[in-house]
């Protein structure tokens, strides 16, 4: 009796349906670890979360395909669950923000800074005393070197009237500045002994005091942001041993802390 001829089946065998999944798969998830392999740890961190939300039992803590030699990928669910990465993402984008606005503050104080800078300058050229007035701008501070023969008669620390106006002018520029203000007054070397001073630090110190009780009492700047220091003669910018060095270094300085 001859047999029946087998009717061949349609379309690809049964395994091959099964076979064309798995590679499927796994090329998606080499895919997938090649693209973590390339971004930054939050978006990592991210897609961890994002994987063990949407494929994996949380209650369970298995492993992202389970092989016999060990576990592709294993995710903490405990401190998936805790939120550990949750607040560490948050605590990220909190210590951005708050560089953001140290930056933006750091760049409001430069522009400031920058603002009184150039309203020194022209308070200057206007006063005519371009020539007795240094502004030097330096990393930590703006510096207003001022010569003492402005302000002072030689061996007193009273503000003369001329020294007065050039104050008030001045402190129409410094009003509006938060930062810390150190004045310092300097002598030359040639000594003083006198019944009000008995040494240049004496008067330097007594010097610098009173441009700021000047700067307080008549033109109201805040006396919290101001210092004054004493240097006598021992921070030369001149050379004491001729008369133009000795000007140089009987100055009173402004000095605007960035």
Known sequence: ?????????????????TYSDMVTLLLTFFIMLFAMSTVDKNTFEEVAKSLSQSFLNLNTGDSVLIHKSGSILTIDYTSLQNGVIKDSLKEKYLEDAEDMVVDAEKDLK???IDEAKNDIRDTIAEKGLSDKVQVVEEKDFLLIRLESEIFFQSGSAEINDEGKKVLSALANDLRGIENDILISGHTDNVPIHTVQYSSNWELSTARATNVVAYLVNVEKLDPAKL??????????????????????????????MK
């Open 227 to 256: 210092t004054a220091t004493g240097n006598g003669e021992y921070r030369p910018i001149g050379d004491n041993s001729t008369p133009e060095g000795r000007q140089k270094n009987r100055r009173i300085e402004i000095k605007i």
């Open 110 to 112: 430069e522009k400031v």
């Open 1 to 17: 009796m001859a047999r029946k001829k087998e009717q061949a089946s349609e379309g690809a065998p049964e395994w091959m349906a």
